[in-house]
């Protein structure tokens, strides 16, 4: 089953937004000159139900912008995107923690926001705790948490609120050793119970460790997909030589795909 | 990178945004949104809620003391009268000009987690709310032994939730705007001071010249003051005014949910 449909999806942002001002907007039509920025372009892609998706892709490349969409916290300029499923997405680091507020205190707004039922945060508060590590700090105000201990109970109340679709923004890497061990073990259970995976990484090994298939943005294009091995040796070759090595798409970057460079 | 890219609009079918389905429970949202703020805002302090009681009386005493000291006027029981106009402004104007900036101020929430976004400014209203109801306690008991208890009293909800509705609206319209123009709270903060002295907070509705009255009748905050007036004070019913505000509310509340609801959408390519 198709859980997530992305159909030919374009995300523009416009740039020199501080000087958008009132008297700007009502005189749009007289000064039409704002420069965009095209952070997707036509972008398609289709996640079946239980896939882990890793995309990669240097900064800028429209990886973080996929994840948002697909989040559902940003909408897409042009195109189409269906969710199916609850989904639990972890954007970044900090994740909506308010810094003033204790680990216990912010468990409870996060995994509200997150879609978690008081019920829910009650049952599995000790599980969650439990497996961020914060047993001694949850009383303290997460002002005083290090990242590595942030983005544990970032993660830990992403993974107990139990979604159907889990979205990772480059928050693992920050964590030690032990921690990503552990993050493997229960994403590898999680996506064994039929769940979806979408993982954002420049750790390309963990990528290849985690995940099944591979999706390789670059300025906003798609340049390759299919299994992560593959995608991840293409993306290296292509950024030893500085090109597109084995570029076999279309000349023009901006008529769609720049190549489906591994595709089965 | 500045270029804009024609070929995508000319090849790509118009946005379709997807049905959004939450699969939280809105209460224990509001719940959270809440207490957050409240301990976001008393957390290191040693007098906390006191705060919400000492403001009123501070400003009650100086306007009492100017009204019946430098300006002598006739009013029974002035300091109650002043309160009942004080207030209903004071959580009028907190509550809006917060409730306006709530959304901006929540903005790594709304810019990484998906929920229902209304709840971020109707939250704020609330927490206020809740310093309003003590207010109101305290008001309530002093009425009650300096002019007596009655059973208009029984209004004060039904004013209550109205207010309610009636902030609520106000702020889910300015809240969505103030993402996009941050000089809405400077409009919102204006507005209040221009209110402060137009409602009729420590002048009576008999002193104003009667071909201005149409002018205060449309304003809902000042009907609120009056009501709050007429039913604890006087042991009158609250009469029309009473419909007249709550038709006021409900467009409000519609419209500012409206506008919201429309808004949203772009809200974090903006924050």
Same mark, same amino acid.
């Given at each position: 089953m198709t859980v997530i449909e992305v159909d030919n999806v374009s995300k523009c942002y416009a740039l *020199? &937004?501080?000087?958008?001002l009132l008297a700007r907007r009502v005189t749009r039509n007289a000064s039409p000159v704002r420069s965009e920025y095209? /952070? !997707?372009?036509?972008v398609s892609i289709r996640v079946e139900r239980g896939e882990r998706l890793a995309i990669i892709g240097p900064n800028g490349a429209g990886k973080s912008t996929l994840l948002r969409l697909i989040a559902g916290v940003s909408t897409p300029t042009r195109g189409s995107i269906r969710v199916h499923g609850r989904v639990s997405a972890l954007? /970044? !680091?900090?994740?909506?923690? *308010? &810094?003033?507020?204790t680990g216990w205190e912010n468990i409870n707004l996060i995994a509200s926001l997150m879609g978690m039922s008081e019920t829910e945060v009650r049952n599995n508060l000790e599980s969650i705790v439990g497996f961020a590590d914060l047993e001694d700090f949850i009383?303290?105000? +997460? &002002?005083?948490?290090s990242s590595g201990m942030t983005a544990r109970l970032g993660f830990s109340v992403a993974i107990h609120a139990n979604p159907d679709i889990l979205i990772l923004d480059? +928050?693992?890497? +920050?964590?030690d050793e032990a921690f990503r061990t552990k993050c493997k073990a229960k994403i590898d259970e999680f996506t064994n119970s039929e769940k979806t995976l979408l993982f954002v990484s420049h750790g390309l090994q963990t990528a290849v460790s985690l995940c099944t298939r591979g999706l390789w943005l670059h300025e906003g294009m798609v340049a390759a997909e299919g299994p992560v091995p593959e995608v991840v040796k293409t993306y290296r070759d292509f950024t030893k030589s500085g090109?597109? /090595?084995t570029h076999t798409g279309p000349s023009d970057p901006l008529s769609g795909r720049a190549g489906d460079l591994a595709s089965p | 990178m500045n270029q804009t890219n024609p070929q995508i609009g000319a090849q790509s079918s118009p946005p379709v945004r997807a049905p959004q389905r939450f699969y939280g429970d809105p209460w224990f949202v509001l719940k959270n949104l809440v207490s957050k703020d409240f301990k976001v805002r008393y957390r290191?302090?040693?007098?906390g809620i006191f705060w919400s009681l000492v403001n009123p009386l501070i400003m009650m005493g100086v306007l009492t003391f100017i009204f019946s000291v430098v300006f002598t006027r006739n009013i029974p029981n002035y300091p109650l009268f002043l309160l009942c106009g004080l207030l209903p402004y004071n959580f009028f104007s907190q509550a809006w000009s917060t409730g306006t900036m709530s959304v901006v101020s929540n903005a790594s929430l709304v810019k990484q987690l998906r929920f229902q976004r209304e709840l971020v400014p109707v939250s704020v209203v609330l927490g206020n709310a809740l310093h309003y109801v003590l207010q109101l306690g305290l008001l309530l008991i002093a009425i009650g032994i300096v002019v007596g208890v009655n059973?208009?009293?029984?209004w004060l909800p039904v004013v209550l939730s109205l207010q309610l509705i009636f902030i609520c609206g106000l702020s889910l319209l300015t809240s969505a705007l103030d993402v996009y123009h941050r000089d809405m709270r400077y409009v919102v903060q204006s507005v209040n001071t221009v209110l402060f002295w137009l409602v009729p907070i420590f002048y009576g509705?008999?002193?104003?010249p009667p071909n201005l009255v149409w002018l205060y009748e449309l304003n809902p905050v000042a009907a609120v003051v009056l009501i709050m007036r007429r039913i604890l004070?006087?042991?009158e019913p609250p009469g029309a005014t009473l419909l007249k505000l709550a038709v006021a509310s409900i467009i409000v509340a519609w419209v500012g949910h409206k506008v919201f609801a429309r808004v949203e959408d772009e809200f974090s390519d903006y924050l």
């Open positions: *020199h &937004r501080q000087r958008d095209w /952070a !997707l372009r036509d954007l /970044a !680091l900090g994740i909506g923690l *308010h &810094r003033d507020l009383n303290e105000p +997460v &002002r005083t948490y480059e +928050v693992l890497s +920050v964590g090109q597109l /090595a | 290191n302090m040693s007098l059973v208009q009293w029984m509705f008999g002193d104003i004070l006087y042991a």
